[in-house]
């Protein structure tokens, strides 16, 4: 019986560190790099252009924008009920097989306020307020269908609409670089023109097994665990198990199982890794459910409480945060003198991107 091998965390770290684009910055466009990712975290508008800057050689905020203007990438509820950056062809591929958990986690917040509705009914009346193609805020779709269902109240009434039951996709301006503007829905296949993919009929799940390939191929190794912490569905272990002849397995030094495409990067643990600055929420942090490869459990919290995190030596070492053209960066433990030029380095370069140019201020804080 041949024994499976072991990665140790440092061997996890640079794999992710490679499949991320954050081991060496990538020429790609940046609708390749999106695609690539699985589509980046966007719950705040402005942070995905910061993740593609950390992964792109020379990208322009302009070429993201126009992205979006052109509907190639979208602004959705997808993954984890939460709004991401993604390829159309993702989303329409994608976003059925997320319709059952984005009703789960909206019903888990408002189930007593949705007591005795009939979703299917709420779904095809706000179809039908959505129907005319004009963009609405969850608000105001809550308002127009507040009549029929007024015991719910607007949030809870809003909310289950256009974070669940329908395919909606937020609409430009929202997202554009450097651009402050509200939410505002209209359906995915009036935006893109088409409906989105039904699931199949049968249990082959085609849309999982896609899902877990696409997943390895910018986080693995990983654990089923994992997979699911990225995407939040249920039911994905049977579409790894369809897959396993394709995959090769290691064990991590918890003993967990871990999969992986033959082919992926996995580079040798001794690769050195630059300084890379994160946004918030960013998946290379919170695509996992061991988040031990990347940052300590100590400052495991600050992953969901939407910090932005320094990357040193790989691993998450630092927060930052930008306000009048001045980055300023405080440490998570002691940096020696070698890291904390890199750091500033680095962070001159991110001040310049964020200021367009006009400032490259960086301030390192003392720790408390």
């Not at 005795?116 to 129907?131: P, Y």
């Not at 893109?192 to 082959?204: C, K, N, S, V, Y």
């Not at 930052?320 to 440490?331: D, E, K, L, M």
């Amino acid at each position: 019986m041949s024994r499976t091998t072991v990665l140790g965390t440092r061997a996890l770290n640079r794999a992710t560190l490679a499949r991320q684009l954050l081991l060496q910055r990538a020429a790609l466009p940046a609708a390749d790099a999106v695609a690539h990712l699985g589509g980046l975290q966007a719950q705040e508008p402005q942070e995905p252009f910061t993740g593609l800057w950390s992964r792109l050689r020379a990208f322009d905020p302009a070429e993201l924008s126009d992205l979006l203007v052109r509907r190639e990438v979208v602004r959705v509820h997808l993954m984890r009920r939460t709004v991401h950056l993604v390829t159309a062809a993702d989303a329409l591929a994608w976003r059925a097989r997320h319709d059952a958990m984005l009703r789960q986690r909206t019903l888990a917040t408002y189930r007593r306020e949705l007591a005795g509705v009939d979703l299917g009914e709420l779904a095809a009346a706000g179809r039908e307020v959505l129907a005319d193609g004009e963009p609405r805020s969850m608000a105001e779709l809550a308002r127009a269908l507040a009549p029929r269902w007024p015991e719910p109240g607007p949030r809870p009434l809003g909310e289950i609409l256009v974070a669940a039951l329908l395919p909606v996709v937020q609409l430009p301006p929202r997202g554009l670089w450097r651009t402050k503007a509200g939410v505002r829905n209209v359906l995915l296949s009036t935006w893109l023109g088409r409906e989105i993919d039904p699931l199949p009929q049968d249990a082959t799940d085609p849309v999982g097994r896609a899902m877990a390939r696409r997943y390895l191929a910018a986080y693995g190794p990983a654990a089923s665990a994992d997979l699911r912490a990225w995407c939040g569905l249920a039911g994905l272990p049977a579409a790894v198990a369809a897959l396993r002849d394709e995959l090769v397995g290691f064990r991590d030094e918890r003993g967990r199982e871990l999969l992986d495409l033959p082919d992926a990067p996995r580079p040798d643990p001794d690769t050195p890794a630059p300084v890379r600055f994160l946004p918030a929420f960013d998946n290379a942090v919170l695509g996992y459910h061991d988040r031990g490869r990347i940052i300590d459990d100590a400052h495991r919290s600050l992953s969901v409480a939407g910090e932005r995190v320094v990357l040193v030596d790989g691993r998450v070492a630092a927060t930052w945060r930008a306000a009048a053209g001045t980055v300023t960066v405080t440490p998570l433990r002691a940096l020696t003198r070698p890291e904390r030029a890199e750091v500033t380095e680095e962070g001159r370069a991110l001040a310049s991107f964020l200021s367009d140019g006009e400032s490259d201020h960086v301030r390192i804080a003392t720790r408390d």
